[in-house]
């Protein structure tokens, strides 16, 4: 275990971030669908709309995305607020840390949609809205899940070795792994089901 002291309070913070991420991300599809005038019910790891309209592709195609936007502009602000503060640190902006890994939900998504079709022999070795989103536009199926896993895999890469400081990288590093897993598992197998199923 890494020797920092503050290794449990990261581990927590990346827990309740992963959370965060989760419903922030299924409320920027409810925010579309409900511009769009349907109706929606939040459950703990996905959201369902509905109405008396006739399908519309279209309609469908804008409330995926807005999951997708959300996440993206979210980790796009958190890396604004880095890169503007750049000269200026003196002490790290945590909050703009975790906003930016926001990115990490690409790199998650198409790691454990892969490890699924390798392991459980799911039918698409891609998943989540990506997934849908590309079949909807006509594309190979990974177009957007490999294209956005490569620019979080950047963005992450830039985070880890441009912004936290050698001295915590591997604290960091562990305490996100263990925390984003650990927050995953906490909200999708424990809490989640029992507040919104």
Known sequence: MPKNNHFVSMVLTFVVFTIIGTLSHE??????????????????????????????????????????????????????????????????NWLAVFLSLFWLRPVFNIVTSISNYLIHGTPNPFGGDEL?????????????????????GSILYYLFYKV???SIRSTFIISGIIGSIGGYFTWFKFIGPNILP
């Open 27 to 92: 409320l920027g599809h409810i925010a579309v669908a409900k511009y769009l005038g349907y109706s929606t019910t939040l459950h703990f790891g996905s959201m369902n709309y509905e109405s008396d309209f006739p399908y519309s592709k279209s309609n469908e195609l804008f409330i995926l995305l807005g999951g997708p936007i959300q996440t993206t502009i979210t980790g796009c602000i958190g890396l604004f607020v880095l890169y503007k503060n750049r000269n200026e640190w003196k002490s790290i």
């Open 164 to 166: 936290i400081p050698q």
């Open 132 to 152: 849908k989103i590309s079949q909807l536009f006509g594309l190979w199926d990974g177009t957007l899940s490999v294209s956005f896993a490569i620019l979080g």
